[in-house]
């Protein structure tokens, strides 16, 4: 499928683009923000993530010629044209031109930060809104799943083996991306070690030992067939004599003049069968081989074999990795946050809600993030027009009654940075090593409470004081004008 194409989007955006065309304001300068309200899985952080996925499908943002004639031939409720030639015409000669600021990928970020900041005409700005949404949040969400995933696993490497249970092709393989740049030492799927050049591994399955008369005929078949990447996995009929066998084979390989890699455990108790193995293992002189576990886990689990003192060494995750798991989506939204009127000033923009938590963060906005012996110590979001104030006061999204002053002698470091100026890249793209290497780097600067998977410490992330007052009396007016 070829997803790089405007046509990723609503059929709103473009009734809607038809809209300003026609109306005069398809030039007029806006301002989006792209933010998601709540963290994934109960947790105390996200890891930012899509962002190169994005930067290719801008830079390849433009009409062609079939997509046109297939617009061309949608039917109003009227059964005329939904789009007119004149409108067509505009498409067709529209050139990406927008300024885009973001949060590089692998960044801890926080509810209602900007990830994405798209300054440019209101019709290609809003155009981009879904594509843009699609990407970050689907990678987002499974990138903070693996980053949660790895930190249960203690620096012990993760391989993601997600690709049979993904959202489809596509979804796999931004999975494995998002994935790696949450720290996942490699993946299964082996598309996508060509596309991004993750590292792939793999064991093999249980129809491998099933094709055979028996199971110490499957390993020294397996053995002769791939002696230098031997994993064994033990569980088809007896775990332990599973072992055993691999151990047999594992001798004859090493008179060979090979080593055993290790085994794979994807059944049963895998903390007693574990600790069990190990003993084999170890008393059949072994020790270097590593033991594998895999079988529906999750961060919990592994938190919880972590606890029970698993003699694991590798942990294998698929499913509940690369869907989400009980989190099917990150809930980012897009929102406009100033238009720039006839007379060249910025005019801020608000949404009003009945939920405290749905009423949008007006104006051009920045964030910024303050550290102290180390440490992330909070996030103000603040209007980049007005500029940051010396001493700053966070104030909490949602509850009026809490905000937090940052220490005088805290440094800070603006998150957004310049990613397109006038539709030309003027970022260099990191690589997909050094984004995961960044993420790595931004989880030492969290408080451990934070990355607690039960009930972890808030982070204080929120707007800043002088922005939050100014969006107060724009709710004030706003509620009497409209
Ligand atoms: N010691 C343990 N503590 C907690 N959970 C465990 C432990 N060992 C295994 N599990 C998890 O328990 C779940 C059930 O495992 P079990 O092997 O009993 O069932 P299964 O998936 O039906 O097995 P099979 O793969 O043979 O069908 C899996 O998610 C597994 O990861
Ligand atoms: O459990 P996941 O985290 O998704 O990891 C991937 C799983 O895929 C494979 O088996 P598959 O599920 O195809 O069959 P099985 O359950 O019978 O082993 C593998 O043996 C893992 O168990
Ligand atoms: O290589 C493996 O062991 C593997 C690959 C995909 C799914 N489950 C296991």
């Known amino acids: ?48 993530a899509g962002l190169g996925d994005v930067v290719a499908w801008l830079q390849g943002f433009r009409f062609e010629a079939s997509d046109l004639e297939y617009l061309a031939t949608l039917p109003g409720r009227d059964g005329k044209p939904l789009f007119c030639q004149g409108f067509l015409d505009y498409l067709a000669q529209m050139k990406w031109q927008c300024d885009v600021d973001a949060i590089p990928e692998g960044t801890v970020v926080f509810p209602h930060e900007p ?62 991306r998002a994935a790696f740049i949450g720290g996942c030492a490699s993946t299964s799927n082996v598309l996508a070690g060509k596309i991004h050049g993750i590292p792939v591994r793999g064991t093999h399955a249980h129809s491998w030992v099933m094709s055979f008369e028996t199971e110490l005929e499957a390993f020294a078949a397996y053995a002769e067939a ?29 008179e060979q003049g090979h080593e055993m890699a290790g085994i794979r455990l994807d059944s049963g ?45 590798v942990w294998g995750v698929g499913t509940r990795l690369v869907t989400g798991g009980e989190q099917a989506a990150l809930g980012g939204v897009y929102k406009l946050g100033a238009i720039r ?27 910024r993030r303050y550290m102290l012996n180390g440490e992330f110590r909070g996030d103000a979001i603040y209007d980049e027009e007005a500029g940051c104030p010396e001493v700053v006061e966070i104030q909490h999204p949602v509850d009026p009654q809490r905000s937090k002053s940052i220490p005088e002698e805290a440094s800070h470091e603006d998150l957004l940075k310049p990613v397109f100026r006038n539709g030309k890249r003027v970022m260099d793209l990191p690589t997909l090593p050094q984004i995961q290497a960044h993420c790595r780097e931004q989880l030492t600067h969290l408080h451990p409470t934070i990355k607690r998977l039960l009930n972890p410490h808030s982070y204080t992330a929120g707007v800043e004081r002088s922005l939050h007052e100014r969006k107060l009396a724009m709710i004030a007016t706003a509620k009497t004008h409209h």
Request: net charge neutral; charged share 20%; aromatic share 8%.
């Open 226 to 254: 791939m002696p230098n990447n031997c994993v064994f996995l033990v569980d088809t009929y007896d775990t332990l004599d599973g072992v055993r066998h691999a151990v047999e084979i594992g001798q004859r390989l090493r």
């Open 115 to 176: 990830l994405i900041r798209v300054k440019g005409p209101l019709i290609q700005a809003q155009l981009i809104e879904t594509a843009l949404l699609n990407i970050v949040n689907f990678q987002t969400l499974i990138a903070t799943k693996a980053a949660r995933v790895c930190l249960a696993a203690q620096g012990e490497p993760v391989l993601e083996f997600g690709l049979r249970r993904a959202q489809g092709p596509d979804g796999a393989v931004m999975a494995s």
């Open 269 to 313: 108790d895998l903390a007693w069968l574990s600790v069990e193995a190990r003993r084999l293992l170890d008393a059949a002189g072994f020790p270097d081989a590593f033991i594998v576990a895999s079988n529906d886990l999750d961060e919990h689990l592994i938190e919880s074999l972590k606890h029970q003192e698993a003699k694991v060494n």
């Open 1 to 48: 499928m070829n997803s790089n194409t405007p046509l990723l989007t609503d059929l709103y955006q473009l009734t809607m683009a038809a809209g300003y065309w026609k109306c005069g304001k398809a030039e007029q300068e806006a301002v989006f923000h792209l933010f998601f309200r709540r963290l994934p899985f109960a947790g105390g952080y996200a890891v930012a």
């Open 341 to 367: 009127n006839a007379q060249g000033v910025w005019e801020p923009k608000i949404k009003l809600s009945e939920q405290a938590i749905k009423v949008s963060n007006p104006g051009i906005q920045q964030v």
